[in-house]
């Protein structure tokens, strides 16, 4: 079965610090994607990055940035300079087949307050 | 990008009623559709997959007689909580999912008083 883990339920920061949110996951697929996504207090999602598990190539876009380390399972996000308009919750996600679906998985969420 | 709508964006109803929750998918073909519900500071948990055509597959835990998921088009599932009661109250998101990637709708907050 597949699990993510998001062991920081809630962080602070002061404006203009660097911020990154964990995330840990387990599956026993060999083809997986994994998500981040920022909810604001308005509830709608919004995608930030979609990653497979054959591209562990780090990428940054802007303030933000991704570290997946296949080896260890992790998949952590990084928002450099941070702002008050970051502050939300963050979810981390994995989508594997599962009965010919793609099934994504969340993780609890961490919710980032970015105080000015 | 593709674009998914939820009708309503909110709803109120009393106890014991049903309300009906629409997912369409605005520009695109939506073969299979996901149901997710959150409750208050929590993550989303998926409560059923539907494929046009064909009857929903509902996760463990989840009662099909209550929450009753209709995908009669390729551009609109519905959602219907039968007898609703206080703990139906929740935010409702679905996922519409064509030859690519899943995107989500806005969400639906549902208060049962």
């Known amino acids: 079965a597949q699990k993510v883990t998001q062991a920081q339920t809630e962080i602070s920061v002061v404006e203009k610090e660097d911020v990154t949110l964990d995330c840990v996951y387990e599956t026993r697929d060999t083809t997986y994607y994994l998500f981040w996504y920022k909810q604001p207090p308005s509830g709608e999602l919004v995608f930030l990055i979609r990653?497979?598990?054959?591209?562990?190539q780090n990428e940054i876009s802007g303030r933000y940035s991704w570290n997946f380390q296949k080896s260890t399972s992790s998949f952590n996000f990084t928002i450099t300079a941070s702002q008050v308009v970051d502050s939300a919750v963050y979810f981390c996600a994995l989508s594997e087949k599962a009965g010919g679906y793609q099934k994504v998985t969340f993780g609890t969420g961490t919710k980032l307050q970015v105080i000015p | 990008g593709a674009v998914v709508s939820q009708h309503p964006s909110w709803v109120i109803c009393k106890s014991g009623t049903s309300v009906k929750i629409e997912c369409r998918s605005l520009d695109f073909q939506a073969t299979t559709m996901f149901w997710y519900r959150q409750f208050p500071k929590q993550s989303l948990m998926l409560m059923a997959t539907s494929n046009e055509g064909s009857k929903a597959t509902y996760e463990q835990g989840v009662e099909k007689d209550k929450f009753l998921i209709n995908h009669a088009s390729l551009t609109l599932s519905t959602l219907t909580v039968t007898s609703a009661h206080p703990e139906d109250s929740s935010f409702y998101i679905c996922s519409a999912r064509g030859h690519g990637w899943g995107y989500f709708g806005p969400g639906t907050r549902l208060t049962v008083t």
């Open positions: 990653r497979n598990s054959f591209d562990e």
